[in-house]
């Protein structure tokens, strides 16, 4: 196990050790940036909780492991403040620890899980990162696990996975029905496995009907609205289509700019298209969702010891009633 201890991590990020213990046990009073900050640190120092620090003093018989990325996402950040509440209504303490792909350090969480005699664990992987290997030895635990996101580290284990060719070919079909023939897609311009899947599954489908579709990438909201606003003053598109909150925001901005209307369509994992005029249809896919779901099934199994499943995340279609 690491001799780091708490001090040596409350040094690192400048904060005080209670800030840092409630931190890394997921406490809805720390902001997400500290949290990142902390759980960050922990990684970097392969830090393995000491049954004899301050997890001690808020020890309970029912305790449920959290393993989350280091720098999560807007849903796996969702899914962790929804997760903590649901947690504490059921009476059960959540202890968050970092994901990483350190083998020793996840060992030594592995270890201390088995000291703690967790109830249940919950796995939440990023999709583009490989699993961890040593995950497989979890099941020797004896306890429920439920994995979100990413590969199945092992069978028996229950799955939730984030089928982003699925809600990539949803709007794909959606556009399609509504008769857009002209369609301009955007796509982050940062190279990633989930850019990927969602552009492959997009362009097949639309392309299956034989529409014609212009594809560009963009970084930010700036960069997304700039290549709005040229498509739409050159009149070539009557839909636009925007993976992800940051390209709809700025199709949005762009839209706004221009008397000449178009449909904007888009995927949202934090449902920021209900708070703009609603012109955007999307396909959302909701972090406090699945933190319900996932919590669900893993009480439930808990209680009933229930064969292991595989289920796909929650997707709603919200439609635009422009």
């Known amino acids: 196990m690491s001799d780091t201890t708490l001090h040596k991590i409350a040094a ?33 120092l392969n830090y393995s909780p000491n049954p004899n620090t301050v997890y001690n003093a808020i020890r309970s018989s029912h305790f449920i492991a959290l393993f989350i990325p280091v720098t999560p996402s807007k849903y796996f950040q969702d899914f962790l403040h929804a997760a903590n509440q649901l947690a504490e209504n059921a009476d059960y303490s959540l202890l968050v620890l970092p994901l990483t792909n350190n083998t020793v350090s996840t060992t030594a969480q592995i270890k201390f899980c088995k000291q703690n005699k967790v109830h249940g664990i919950i796995i939440c992987q990023d999709p583009s990162q490989p699993s961890n290997p040593k995950f497989k030895k979890i099941k020797e635990l004896g306890v429920p696990i439920v994995v979100v996101g990413g590969t199945v580290p092992s069978t028996g284990v229950h799955h939730f996975k984030e089928d982003m060719e699925a809600v990539a070919n949803l709007v794909a079909q959606k556009m399609i029905e509504k008769n857009k023939r002209h369609i301009l897609a955007i796509f982050d311009a940062t190279p990633s496995q989930s850019t990927e899947l969602i552009l492959n599954a997009f362009i097949d489908t639309v392309s299956a009907h034989e529409n014609n579709i212009g594809v560009e990438y963009a970084a930010n909201t700036t960069e997304a609205y700039t290549l709005c606003k040229l498509a739409l003053a050159q009149k070539k598109y009557d839909a636009i289509f925007c993976m992800n909150d940051t390209l709809l925001l700025g199709a949005w901005q762009a839209l706004q700019a221009t008397e000449h209307a178009v449909d904007i369509f888009g995927l949202s994992e934090t449902d920021l298209p209900s708070l703009l005029t609603p012109t955007i249809s999307y396909a959302h896919y909701s972090g406090t969702q699945v933190a319900k779901e996932t919590l669900q099934l893993l009480l439930a199994v808990m209680r009933t010891k229930t064969p292991a499943s595989e289920k796909l995340l929650s997707i709603s279609w919200e439609q635009s009633k422009a």
Not at 12 to 17: E, Q
Request: charged content about 20%; overall charge positive; aromatic content about 0%.
């Open 12 to 44: 690192a990020v400048g904060l005080s050790i209670s800030t840092v213990s409630r931190a890394l046990k997921g406490h809805p009073d720390i902001s997400v940036q500290t949290r990142k900050k902390v759980l960050a640190a922990a990684a970097t």
